[in-house]
T-cell receptor, first 113, second 114 residues
Framework: EPEVTQTPSHQVTQMGQEVILRCVPI?????FYWYRQILGQKVEFLVS????????KSEIFDDQFSVERPDGSNFTLKIRSTKLEDSAMYFC???????????FGPGTRLTVT | AQSVTQLGSHVSVSEGALVLLRCNYS??????LFWYVQYPNQGLQLLLK??????LVKGINGFEAEFKKSETSFHLTKPSAHMSDAAEYFC????????????FGTGTRLQVTL
């Protein structure tokens, strides 16, 4: 069964460093999403992406964040200068259509020290 | 803006007992509603979804949920809990008609005891 994959599973970085989280969505899906879950809190929407552009973003998704689909298969989330409060589990999701269910990857645990 | 409220951050049931996890939604238009499960150190797996067809929705692993517009609820139930059901359960809402995000509730951790 096709699944969303994410790498790395765990990333440790120092405050102020740039990180890139990678996702490979399900191959025939058209919509892509990033969510995050700070430890002990609920899952929060960051950004959605369709047709090579951002379709919606949350207040969390400020200028420090960017997304890219560089090669037609990967979907990346970049954080330019990490802060302690960026420590969280980051989930990628993809969907075959606008209203289709979203399939989630296993997540990348980002720890900022 | 749509939102969901999950009553009870922790629910404990005995193996074989009824599981009832509560979710109430707030939405100005008919929403799509979802239940996801998260096992320890894993991602989110869709249990079931309501997309304006049948109000009683059956999902995987014996779970089901009923959409009740009058109560703005979408509670998750399972007649008989198994130890393997121990996990965190998230209710989520998505507004129809948009390229839209999921808005999650705060989650309910289900503990199943012998």
């Amino acid at each position: 069964e096709p699944e969303v994959t994410q790498t790395p599973s765990h990333q440790v970085t120092q405050m102020g460093q740039e990180v890139i989280l990678r996702c490979v969505p399900i191959s025939n899906h058209l919509y892509f999403y990033w969510y995050r879950q700070i430890l002990g809190q609920k899952v929060e929407f960051l950004v959605s992406f369709y047709n090579n552009e951002i379709s919606e973003k949350s207040e969390i998704f400020d200028d420090q964040f960017s997304v890219e689909r560089p090669d037609g298969s990967n979907f990346t989330l970049k954080i330019r200068s990490t802060k302690l409060e960026d420590s969280a589990m980051y989930f990628c999701a993809s969907s075959p259509g606008d209203l289709g269910e979203q399939y989630f990857g296993p997540g990348t645990r980002l720890t900022v020290t | 803006a749509q939102s969901v409220t999950q009553l009870g951050s922790h629910v404990s049931v005995s193996e074989g007992a009824l599981v009832l996890l509560r979710c109430n939604y707030s939405s100005s238009v008919p929403p799509y509603l979802f239940w996801y499960v998260q096992y320890p150190n894993q991602g989110l797996q869709l249990l079931l979804k309501y997309t304006s067809a049948a109000t009683l929705v059956k999902g995987i692993n014996g779970f089901e949920a009923e959409f009740k517009k009058s109560e703005t609820s979408f509670h998750l139930t399972k007649p008989s809990a198994h130890m393997s059901d121990a996990a965190e359960y998230f209710c989520a809402v998505r507004q129809t008609g948009t390229a839209s995000k999921l808005t999650f509730g705060t989650g309910t951790r289900l503990q199943v005891t012998l």
